[in-house]
């Protein structure tokens, strides 16, 4: 395997290389890292042709956003510590035309990346079909790597998981069972008082919001069903989790119930609302975890927002609301869009 091509399989064995649990379990500071959602190459031209599920046979405008959006990001100092784009890669379903093309042309896009900063990857809908197979979830893995894992960040937990087995695991039980078999445990273990020491905080990354308003709103198509969310809102608010990351919404949204915070990023790729193409800044401190949308042109010509970079540097918060806290017990979250 040559290394451009390892880039891409870091995750494996249900961990991350370069990112794992004796390296990078102590707290050592404040650090932020980047999540990015929906590249989706292929979109763009099948949303204007008004065929979205066998259109995609363009997908230049995606690899063109796809590759500012590198660029912008290698940029930014001090580096991050990762980047991690939070599903649907590319548009072409498994095994159907152009899925082939949209996969080398987003690895050589991303291949621009600075190799300080891992790449780390989320399986959306796309990537693995609305009902995934044990076939298209080893299509995947053979591609992008382990469609759920753990790794480790200076003291911070992260978990990655396959949203579309919570979605539709009718064609593959099993891996069903075996994610939540493992999610079981790792939330176990992040939470036990027995285990020194904890992690400062727990987040998650996956496609499909658990919700993009509010934990009551009706099923619908970017969310999860009812049950299922309410099931992983228990497990995750017992645990600990901090806060949820997420894409498939193709808009910024999202919110803060019970001290866990939803975030719903909107896309590198094809824009469904007002948006602008983008990537989100997260920011970790030891008691928070705060977040901003820039878009692809405020990143490349202005870099991060300065009040992000001080929150950083743990300087004076730029005004007494930024970072102070809700009745939920979330830190309230700067604004989703910046640089429109």
């Not at 959306?124 to 480790?152: I, R």
């Not at 806060?243 to 824009?271: E, K, P, T, W």
Request: glycine share 8%.
């Amino acid at each position: 395997m040559t290394d451009s091509e390892d880039m891409f399989l870091r995750a494996k064995h249900r961990t991350f290389e370069g990112l794992c649990e004796d390296a990078e379990r102590e707290w050592n500071g404040p650090f932020y890292f980047i999540q990015a959602a929906d590249p989706q190459l292929g979109l763009m031209k099948a949303w204007k042709d008004g065929d979205c599920d066998g259109g995609g046979d363009e997908w230049a405008e995606e690899v063109v956003l796809t590759k500012q959006a590198v660029e912008a990001v290698n940029q930014l100092r001090p580096r991050p510590r990762f980047m991690v784009l939070c599903g649907d890669l590319v548009h072409a379903m498994p095994d159907t035309p152009f899925r082939d093309g949209q996969e080398q042309d987003l690895k050589s896009a991303l291949r621009g990346t600075d190799p300080s900063i891992p790449l780390v990857f989320v399986s959306g809908n796309h990537d693995l079909g609305n009902t995934p197979t044990p076939s298209t979830v080893e299509q995947y893995c053979s591609a992008w790597g382990d469609d759920y894992f753990s790794f480790w960040v200076g003291g911070v937990l992260c978990l990655v998981l396959n949203s579309q087995l919570f979605h539709d695991a009718s064609a593959c039980p099993q891996l069903k069972e075996a994610q939540e078999t493992w999610l079981e445990a790792q939330l176990s273990r992040a939470s036990s008082s027995s285990v020194e020491p904890k992690p400062k905080h727990v987040i998650v990354f996956q496609h499909i919001p658990l919700y993009l308003k509010r934990p009551d709103e009706e099923d619908d198509y970017f969310n999860l069903q009812k049950t299922v969310r309410q099931n992983l809102l228990d497990k995750f608010k017992k645990a600990g989790v901090k806060a949820v990351f997420s894409g498939h919404y193709h808009r910024n949204a999202g919110s803060c119930h019970g001290g866990l915070d939803m975030v719903v990023s909107s896309a590198i790729g094809c824009q469904l609302g007002e948006d602008t193409h983008g990537v989100r800044i997260v920011v970790v401190t030891a008691d928070s975890v705060v977040h901003r949308y820039h878009s692809l042109e405020q990143l490349s010509t202005r870099g991060m927002d300065e009040d992000l970079r001080k929150l950083l540097q743990m300087l004076t918060l730029p005004s007494p609301r930024a970072g102070s806290r809700t009745t939920d017990g979330c830190v309230l979250l700067y604004s989703n869009i910046s640089g429109s």
